[in-house]
């Protein structure tokens, strides 16, 4: 069965430490991966997806299909980083499979 | 462009009553996501419309729950005779096609509160 496991649901940092946030899928087929971010008092949105490699607000996340994972990473953290982030798996129609989330605080 | 637009923000109802969720898309966007975000829960796929058609409904309660996307207007999402359990958030996602690699824009959601 397909399944987005996000094994964090609190992450705490100081500003300036690296930060990076799990997830591993399971799916048979070939994956399409998206992370997205919800800012306090916003709406989900949009923050990266593998297929473009792009690195958005300082944060890139790699796609190893050896291990099923698509980790978030940022090599320094900042204090506007702190959010609600879901990893999300897409296929059949583009429906999504979410994560749980982790949440990231970044302190200063 | 407003983007995608959920009303209302939040709900009452009592137990047994209906609940109707309104999702107008973005401009140009005719795929039109629903998904239920439980209290420390992720979100979970409900249903998946084009304009008059229902696509995907696998995630969707078998009872109660209904789903349109009509020609004109936005999608409605609809809860019949609700129960304390369907209280969540209930967000509303739109992409211009149904492909697997496109990004979804999401509104600010529906909070359903069951008295």
């Known amino acids: 069965a397909q399944r987005v496991t996000q094994p964090e649901k609190l992450l705490s940092v100081f500003k300036g430490a690296p930060v990076e946030l799990k997830c591993n899928y399971s799916?048979?087929?070939?994956?399409?991966l998206f992370w997205y971010v919800q800012y306090s008092r916003q709406r989900l949105q949009l923050l990266l997806r593998?297929?473009s490699r792009e690195s958005i607000k300082g944060f890139t996340a790699d796609l190893n299909k050896g291990e099923t994972s698509f980790h978030l990473k940022k090599p320094f953290a900042q204090e506007e980083d702190s959010a609600m982030y879901y990893c999300?798996?897409?296929?059949?129609?583009?429906?999504?499979?979410f994560g749980q989330g982790t949440e990231l605080s970044v302190k200063p | 462009n407003a983007g995608v637009m959920q009303n209302p923000r939040h709900l009452v109802r009592r137990r047994g009553q209906e609940a109707r969720l309104r999702c107008s898309p973005m401009?140009?966007?005719?795929?039109v996501y629903w998904y239920r975000q439980l209290p420390e829960e992720g979100l979970k796929f409900m249903v998946y419309?084009?304009?008059?058609?229902?696509?995907?409904e696998s995630g969707m309660p078998k009872e109660r729950f209904s789903a349109e996307f009509p020609k004109e207007g936005p999608s409605i999402l609809r809860i019949q005779q609700v129960v304390r359990g369907d209280s969540a958030a209930y967000f509303c996602?739109?992409?211009?096609?149904?492909?697997?690699?496109?990004?979804?824009?999401f509104g600010d959601g529906t909070r359903l509160s069951i008295l």
């Open positions: 799916y048979s087929g070939s994956p399409e």
């Open positions: 419309l084009q304009k008059e058609n229902i696509i995907d």
């Open positions: 996602a739109s992409s211009p096609t149904g492909t697997q690699n496109q990004p979804q824009h």
């Open positions: 401009k140009g966007h005719s795929h």
């Open positions: 593998h297929i």
């Open positions: 999300a798996l897409s296929f059949q129609g583009g429906k999504l499979i």
